[in-house]
Structures are given as C-alpha cells and as structure tokens.
C-alpha cells in the first residue's frame, strides 16, 4: 500500500539554525499538510498546501515557516531560525480529494537544544 | 481552543469485551468525523468515519455513532483486540474558503489487556 513517507526521522538542531523536513507524499494525492504534536499534547494543524500554494495556515505558521514542493514528489517544511518551543513530531499528510481520509507519514521529531 | 475534546485520556479494557471511546465538538460547522489510531513512533493511521448527515457507520470490529444534536461522537470496538492498544484520536474536519482541515482532539490510550 502507498504510503507518505518523511526524512529524517530525527532531527537535533541548534537554536537559530535553519532545518528543512522532508515529506514524499502518496504520489496520486493533490492535498498536503503539515500536523505537529509537542510532547503529550494535541496534534495540531499548521498549513495545508493544494495547487502550488498554500491555501490554509494556523497561526503557528508564522513567518519563521515556510512550505515548498519543488518538484513532483517532494513537499517540504522549512523552519528559517529555529526556536526550543519548535521542538516537537511534526507529521506530513496527503489525500486524493472530495471526502478521502489524510495519511499520515511515521513523522520527523526535531529536537530544538 | 478545544473545538474537538476527548475528555478520556486512557482507558483500559479486558480482550474481548467492548470498548467505547468517546469524543465531543462544539463547531457546528464540522462535516466530517474521523478516528485515527497512533501506534509509538509511527504517524497517526485512518480508522473509520462518518459524515455529519449520517448517525452510524461500521466497519468490522469499528463502529462509529454520530448524536448531532448532543456534539458527540463516539468509537466502539467489539470484541477488543491486545493489538488495538494505541491511542485513538477523534478528528473532525471543517471545510471553509474552499480549503479544509482537520481539528483533533488530545487522543485516549486505550490498553487491552490480554
């Protein structure tokens, strides 16, 4: 079965450094996310990405974040300068479209020192 | 903005029996219900769901029930199964503006023991 799978599946970085988290989704689906979960909380939505753009953010996604599918596979979340509060699992999602369920990918843990 | 709560964060049940897993809203607008189900290191996986017109979907050993009217939603699995240990989140998606997501709520761990 196709699944939507994320690189690395850990990353530590200093604070203020740049990091990109990368995301293969389900080759056939025309919606992507970006979900993150902090430790013991509630999985939470930050952007949703269809037609080349962005077409819904949460107010985390402020302008430290941004999303890119540079080519026909890969869809990225960048984080320009890294902050301890960004240290969670963050989980890349696809779907076909109408009503399909989002897949959910096994998710990249940064860990922000 | 707990728009999506799970009011249960674990619960525990013996093989066999009956799990009822229990999720409430308060957005009228949702349309679309979800149970995803999340296993330690792996992303959130696709259960089961139910659309907002309908009051009960199954799916094997899954059944949803939607009460429009009291904002609930709820997951049962019969007979429980050792490998249905996870946790399960309800999700609920709001479609707005021509783009749409998912709300979830904190999950439940459920434990079946053996």
């Known amino acids: 079965e196709p699944e939507v799978t994320q690189t690395p599946s850990h990353q530590v970085t200093q604070m203020g450094q740049e990091v990109i988290l990368r995301c293969v989704p389900i080759?056939?689906?025309?919606?992507f996310y970006w979900y993150r979960q902090i430790l013991g909380q509630k999985v939470e939505f930050l952007v949703s990405?269809?037609?080349?753009?962005?077409?819904?953010k949460s107010e985390i996604f402020d302008d430290q974040f941004s999303v890119e599918r540079p080519d026909g596979s890969n869809f990225t979340l960048k984080i320009r300068s890294t902050k301890l509060e960004d240290s969670a699992m963050y989980f890349c999602?696809?779907?076909?479209?109408?009503?399909?369920?989002?897949?959910f990918g096994n998710g990249t843990r940064l860990t922000v020192t | 903005d707990q728009q999506v709560k799970q009011n249960s964060p674990s619960l525990s049940v013996q093989e066999g029996r009956i799990s009822i897993l229990n999720c409430d809203y308060t957005?009228?607008?949702?349309?679309?219900f979800l149970w995803y189900k999340k296993y330690p290191a792996e992303g959130p996986t696709f259960l089961i769901s139910i659309s907002s017109i309908k009051d009960k979907n199954e799916d094997g050993r899954f059944t949803v029930f939607l009460n429009k009217s009291a904002k609930h939603l709820s997951l049962h699995i019969v007979p429980s199964q050792p490998g249905d240990s996870a946790v399960y989140f309800c999700?609920?998606?709001?479609?707005?503006?021509?783009?749409?997501?998912?709300?979830f709520g904190k999950g439940t761990k459920l434990t079946v023991n053996p």
């Open positions: 080759s056939n689906h025309l919606y």
């Open positions: 957005n009228s607008m949702f349309d679309y």
């Open positions: 999602a696809s779907r076909a479209g109408g009503t399909s369920p989002l897949h």
């Open positions: 999700a609920a998606r709001l479609f707005q503006g021509g783009s749409e997501k998912l709300v």
């Open positions: 990405f269809y037609n080349n753009e962005i077409s819904e």
